[in-house]
């Protein structure tokens, strides 16, 4: 079900707005639901925040530490998955508001990005990783489009190498973006399991898989390079490999263990364990259980065509 949307604008010391208030207000909720409707839905209430950042380009370290940049439009994210680690990391732990629940929209950040994106090209080869903390392509992208603003940039002054990180089908929108990267783009579109009920009890905010698995046919048919990212790795059915291999040439699979920065830790301390008890499936929530995913993605596609962890998201 999809829910009320309000709309919050910080506020400087001295009292007025940092932000003009957003004459369009209402209309602004209403086609960030609407965009719920077919992307996923939101969770009830969000607080949306106009702020101008200072810098968007983020040195790439540890996980991406094979890219020279990451890139996130939004800060918050509200499909608000149960597992995601950054409920962990400062950004949302400082925040004194649930994960989910908020997002600050970033303003300006195409020009901020043009200038960011020519001085780092002017240093050495540029790789981007998009997004490492968000999803680019939440509901309120339908209406903001940070997202495609950035793209615009980007495509007018490509980087070496661009990773779309993402489980929204609203990437579709973007394919005519897409296109003119040439094979410096690939996206990479989490797909965690193949069963609906698996997805609503993990992330039951996140789109729905079958509009993703449509979405990864879309942009196969319009020749941008893509992978499926089984991360993590929920519980799926054995046809879950067959169901992939008409769709990408290449798969990662990531779990807990080897992909939240932590070993696992974070995700410990998020209880996700409990959330496989409830299924009678505690048997998932093991650092070998990926392997079982791997096997069965040995059968139909070449082993050079599977990765696992990290190695699946470098450029």
Not at 131 to 136: G, I, L, N, V
Request: with cysteine; charged share 25%; net charge positive.
């Amino acid at each position: 079900m999809i829910v009320d949307v309000s709309i919050c604008f910080k506020k400087r010391r001295r009292g007025s707005l940092t932000d003009n208030h957003d004459p369009n207000a209402e209309a602004v909720a209403e086609k960030a639901k609407a965009s719920a409707a077919r992307t996923g839905s939101v969770p009830n209430p969000v607080q949306y925040l106009y702020k101008t950042p200072k810098t968007l380009l983020n040195k790439g370290t540890g996980f991406l530490a094979g890219y020279s940049h990451s890139l996130n439009p939004y800060t918050g994210c509200t499909f608000g998955c149960s597992y995601c680690y950054v409920r962990q990391m400062p950004v949302s732990t400082f925040r004194g508001a649930e994960w989910g629940t908020w997002v600050d929209i970033k303003k300006e950040s195409a020009a901020i990005l043009r200038k960011e994106l020519q001085r780092a090209k002017s240093k050495g080869s540029v790789t981007i990783f998009m997004s490492s903390s968000t999803d680019p392509y939440q509901p309120i992208e339908h209406k903001e489009q940070i997202t495609r603003s950035l793209l615009e940039v980007m495509a007018d002054d490509p980087p070496d190498f661009l990773l779309v990180q993402t489980r929204s089908p609203l990437v579709k929108r973007d394919i005519d973006l897409l296109s003119r990267f040439g094979n410096n783009v690939r996206v990479s579109m989490t797909v965690e399991t193949d069963l609906e009920h698996i997805r609503k009890h993990f992330s039951p905010y996140a789109p729905p898989i079958p509009a993703r698995l449509k979405t990864l046919q879309a942009l196969a048919s319009a020749g941008i390079p893509a992978q499926a990212t089984i991360a993590p790795m929920l519980p799926s059915s054995e046809t879950f490999a067959e169901t992939l291999r008409p769709l990408v040439d290449r798969v990662c699979v990531d779990d807990y263990f080897m992909g939240d920065g932590s070993g696992g830790r974070r995700t410990k301390n998020l209880d996700i364990r409990s959330l496989y008890a409830q299924l009678g499936l505690e048997a998932w929530y093991h650092p070998s259980a990926y392997r079982m995913v791997y096997e069965r993605l040995k059968k139909v596609f070449p082993e050079d065509r599977i990765y696992i962890s990290q190695q699946g998201f470098e450029p």
